[in-house]
């Protein structure tokens, strides 16, 4: 079993950023044997939840469209932590974003575990 724990949700105003952090931890063989590469997804009101991007365990990354050029995903194997920063951010980037571990390469991405989820809203 991996646990998740997300850090660095809020509230900004358009055009800002912000830096959300999620460690995760648990035995060290469900580590291993679970994690692959790790992801965010979000889900905004009355919306279905979405994959936002995914980084592999060599350091590849994917993003979806809406955030491509704004948004970058990067880890620390070391540490099991991932991270995504969000610049010029957007009122339509609100939203619960969670993080995930799971398996994958750069174009596939399934995950496995889930964090419990840290609000993001922008907003003036």
């Known amino acids: 079993q991996v646990q998740l724990v997300e850090s660095g949700g809020g509230l900004v105003r358009p055009g800002g950023s912000l830096r959300l952090s999620c460690a995760a931890s648990?035995?060290?063989?469900?580590?291993?044997?679970?994690?692959?590469?790790m992801g965010w997804y979000r889900q905004a009101p009355g919306k279905q939840r979405e994959w936002v991007a995914h980084?592999?365990?060599?350091?590849?990354?994917n993003y979806a469209d809406s955030v491509k050029g704004r948004f970058t995903i990067s880890r620390d194997n070391a540490k099991n932590t991932v991270y995504l920063q969000m610049n010029s951010l957007k009122p339509d980037d609100t939203a619960v974003y969670y993080c995930?571990?799971?398996?994958?390469?750069?174009?596939?991405?399934?995950?496995?575990?889930w964090g419990q989820g840290t609000q993001v809203t922008v907003s003036s």
């Open positions: 648990g035995s060290i063989f469900s580590i291993i044997l679970s994690i692959n590469a």
């Open positions: 980084i592999t365990s060599a350091g590849t990354t």
């Open positions: 995930t571990s799971g398996r994958g390469g750069t174009f596939d991405y399934t995950p496995g575990s």
